[in-house]
């Protein structure tokens, strides 16, 4: 079935440094989401993005924290710069439709651990 | 602002036997729940989505929602050692952005062969 695709896998970064976690999306879906899982922690929204502009983002989404999809290419999570809390595992989702009875559920990547030293 | 709570944190059941996991939440006005399951590393899978009171069956994943008590539950029948897995519970509003989920802490569910 269809995948949303998240690169790397892992990262290992400085603090300070900026990070860009990329994710490739299902080919038709048009809502793009952001949630991040510190570890042992419950999953949580960061942000969702629909026709090229952030709709809602959440508290964590701090101002360090931006998001973009240029042209149709991969949706991205860019952290400039990061910090020691920044370390989590993120995950990208994605969907064809965010509301209506029948809309089918978000789909999830594998995530991508982000480990900031 | 919205809370959703699982119960319990890990549960252990043999394997064929019913297992049942429980959720709740604190804003009366959801309307889109969501199971999900995540093995160890992997991405998260979808299980069983339910909109309205009752239940909805998918394979063998059965859903019960009972919006009056804020609760939703999932039961899976004849659960097997690939099922072993953390089972998270999703909120969200059907007419306002579905995919911002809410989700709880997860139940960690093994299955004993």
């Known amino acids: 079935g269809p995948k949303v695709l998240q690169i790397p896998s892992h990262q290992i970064i400085d603090m300070g440094q900026m990070v860009t976690l990329n994710c490739d999306p299902v080919?038709?879906?048009?809502?793009f989401y952001w949630y991040k899982q510190i570890l042992g922690q419950q999953m949580e929204f960061l942000v969702n993005?629909?026709?090229?502009?952030?709709?809602?983002k959440s508290k964590l989404f701090k101002d360090q924290f931006s998001v973009e999809r240029p042209d149709g290419s991969y949706f991205t999570l860019k952290i400039q710069p990061t910090a020691l809390e920044d370390s989590a595992v993120y995950f990208c989702?994605?969907?064809?439709?965010?509301?209506?009875?029948?809309?089918?559920?978000?789909?999830f990547g594998e995530g991508t651990r982000l480990s900031v030293l | 602002q919205q809370k959703v709570q699982q119960s319990p944190e890990s549960l252990t059941v043999s394997e064929g036997a019913m297992a049942s996991l429980n959720c709740t939440f604190s804003?009366?006005?959801?309307?889109?729940f969501r199971w999900y399951r995540q093995h160890s590393a992997k991405g998260l899978e979808v299980l069983v989505s339910?909109?309205?009171?009752g239940e909805k069956e998918e394979g063998r994943f059965t859903a019960h929602l009972n919006r009056a008590n804020l609760h939703v539950s999932l039961h899976i029948r004849e659960p097997q050692p690939s099922d072993s897995a953390v089972y998270l519970c999703a909120v969200s509003i059907m007419n306002y952005n579905q995919g911002k989920l809410i989700f709880g802490q997860g139940t960690k569910l093994s299955i004993k062969p």
């Open positions: 339910i909109f309205s009171d």
């Open positions: 989702a994605s969907s064809l439709g965010d509301r209506g009875p029948g809309n089918q559920a978000p789909l």
């Open positions: 080919s038709n879906h048009l809502y």
């Open positions: 993005f629909y026709n090229g502009k952030v709709m809602e």
């Open positions: 804003d009366g006005t959801s309307n889109n």
